[in-house]
């Protein structure tokens, strides 16, 4: 870089830095006509500025992490003017782009929870469970007044409650109701549960975890009541989609296990081992809800004899491995059989 002649470096350092600054002045200068725009409902307008503020050159620098962008000029431009841009779009009815831009504003700031209720409702509202459930969830852990704390709540229990995690979901819509007894949506998740429960005592036998005899009681006394209530708030009542897994987003993870011999016996011990690793991995999460697992066989010699055809043909076999140490050797150098089995990632799964 050229320095002019007879000017000190630091002068040449306070220029950079007034340029900057004087770019992200423009910047909010900009962002705040789009903001009036945005206020009188000219959502055109408002984006095409949007636009030209992203293309600007304070748009290309990569944002390091900070504890507050209210001490970060820069990381604030960015931040209102990502969400706000993300606004038009939902005005236009493209919720895919708004959430992607909403997501955009929320890496630069984690702890806006009304930005992570709003993320989730979008994506409750597409059918997004998975991702609903993540931005609810973050909502939940930054809330910090009641107002943040109920609104998470209503939205992880009615998500919950729509891919049939019903254990979890009684966990949040007891929180709810204990900040707010009233509320219509949460009594009548909580008691379609609870009627299920009462008419397939064997559905769920960890459901009891979530819920005491007392609160069957109550449910059997309250029936008529109930029936008046949700009689009265229709709205609030609506059922569970029966195609709730739809549209979950889901990151897979390829798991390949060796299988060294094509009998039952070592297959058998291979499933037990697939399974225990999904339990563990289940126990990781919070929900009770696994993702589908598809086991593919990429070897197509699977063992066809029975159990106890099994057992004596490899008696024959150690009798025939005691008479030389050759066959022992082809045994060994038997084709491996792998098959593949395809995990949905149940850390994204809440």
Request: net charge neutral.
């Amino acid at each position: 870089r050229f320095i002019a002649f007879n000017v000190p470096q630091e002068r040449e350092q306070f220029k950079e830095i007034d340029t900057k600054d004087v770019k992200i002045k423009k910047a909010f200068d900009s962002y705040n006509k789009a903001l009036i725009f945005q206020n009188k409902g000219k959502y055109d307008e408002a984006k095409l500025l949007y636009e030209e503020i992203m293309k600007s050159d304070i748009f290309e620098e990569k944002l390091q992490k900070v504890k507050n962008i209210q001490s970060s000029p820069i990381h604030l431009v960015h931040f209102v003017v990502l969400k706000n841009y993300a606004a038009t779009l939902e005005k236009e009815n493209r919720i895919e782009d708004a959430i992607e831009y909403y997501e955009k504003a929320i890496r630069i700031d984690s702890t806006d929870t009304n930005l992570w209720y709003r993320i989730g409702e979008l994506c409750q509202s597409n059918s997004y469970y998975e991702k609903a459930y993540h931005a609810y969830k973050h909502a939940l852990d930054n809330s910090n007044t009641n107002i943040s704390l109920w609104k998470a709540l209503t939205g992880i229990s009615n998500v919950l409650y729509e891919i049939g995690d019903f254990v979890t979901c009684l966990k949040y819509v007891n929180k709810a109701l204990n900040i707010n007894s009233g509320w219509v949506r949460g009594i009548w998740i909580k008691y379609d549960i609870l009627w299920e429960f009462t008419q397939n005592l064997s559905f769920n036998s960890t459901l009891p975890l979530r819920c005491t005899f007392s609160d069957i009681q109550e449910f059997n006394n309250k029936k008529d009541q109930l029936k008046l209530l949700f009689k009265k708030y229709p709205e609030e009542t609506k059922k569970r989609k029966s195609e709730c897994f739809s549209k979950l987003i889901h990151s897979c993870q390829d798991l390949t296990y060796p299988l060294d011999h094509d009998n039952w016996k070592e297959l058998g011990e291979l499933l037990l081992k697939i399974y225990n690793d999904l339990i563990k991995k289940k126990q990781e999460v919070e929900s009770c809800v696994l993702a589908p697992v598809k086991i593919v066989f990429i070897s197509t010699n699977i063992p066809t004899k029975s159990p106890s055809e099994v057992s004596n043909s490899e008696s024959n076999e150690e009798t025939k491995n005691e008479s030389g140490e050759e066959n022992k050797n082809v045994l060994n150098d038997k084709k491996r059989k792998r098959f593949l089995i395809t995990v949905e990632d149940t850390k994204n799964i809440r």
